[in-house]
């Protein structure tokens, strides 16, 4: 069964820092691999998709990365803004499988 | 990115009663739906996933008819939350995949509150 674990859980940082939010999985059969921002009270908005062929995606001040092998996502914020404050969901679509496995999420506190 | 849209955004209904969510993919199509329930500070519980034109498929401990999935059309899938209990109340999120990517796409979510 996959298991996907976030470290840390919670973390606060002054504005203009770095955000770096890890994600580690068990098993390495993935089909692809994405990172979530969900805002407390609202949905999930999909961030970043890196499928399992890929090492990284970009989006403006977000970066992820993908190491299959090791079973580790790293998602980076750069300079960070306390409108970045929210909580950050890594989840893999494994092989052969419908199911998306979640992590219980970083929650992430820029402050101003 | 793609859209997908749920309606109502919060409900309040009394015990004993029956409530229709809607989810919807504004400007994509969906052969695969799926349904969510959020508990507080909890991540997010697969409850089933809705295939267009067949049956939904549900997880293990979920009950099938108490919580009716339809999945009439690529846009449009409906969760039916039967005879509610105050133990239903819960956060229910929709998500729609792109068959391409299998990319996965979320609703702004429903705040289901039984009385």
């Known amino acids: 069964k996959q298991e996907v674990t976030q470290i840390p859980a919670a973390l606060s940082v002054p504005e203009g820092e770095n955000l770096v939010l890890n994600c580690s999985f068990t098993?390495?059969?993935?089909?692809?691999l994405q990172w979530f921002r969900q805002d407390p009270g609202k949905g999930l908005t999909s961030l970043l998709l890196?499928?399992?062929?890929?090492r990284e995606q970009t989006s403006g001040r977000l970066n992820a990365s993908l190491d299959k092998s090791s079973g580790r996502s790293t998602l980076y914020i750069a300079a960070s803004q306390p409108g970045d404050s929210a909580t950050y969901l890594c989840?893999?679509?494994?092989?052969?499988?419908?199911?998306?496995?979640f992590g219980k999420g970083n929650q992430v506190v820029v402050i101003p | 990115g793609a859209v997908v849209s749920q309606h109502p955004s919060r409900v309040i209904c009394k015990s004993g009663t029956s409530v229709k969510i809607e989810c919807r993919s504004l400007d994509f199509q969906a052969t695969t739906m799926f349904w969510y329930r959020q508990f507080p500070k909890q991540s997010l519980m697969l409850m089933a996933t809705?295939?267009?034109?067949?049956?939904?498929?549900?997880e293990q401990g979920v009950e099938k008819d108490k919580f009716l999935i339809n999945h009439a059309s690529l846009t449009l899938s409906t969760l039916t939350v039967t005879s509610a209990h105050p133990e239903d109340s819960s956060f229910y999120i929709c998500?729609?995949?792109?068959?391409?990517?299998?990319?996965?796409?979320f609703g702004p979510g429903t705040r289901l509150t039984v009385t």
């Open positions: 989840a893999v679509r494994p092989y052969g499988n419908n199911r998306l496995a």
């Open positions: 890196i499928q399992s062929s890929q």
């Open positions: 098993d390495s059969a993935i089909y692809n």
């Open positions: 809705s295939n267009e034109g067949s049956k939904a498929t549900y």
């Open positions: 998500s729609a995949r792109v068959g391409a990517t299998y990319e996965q796409y």
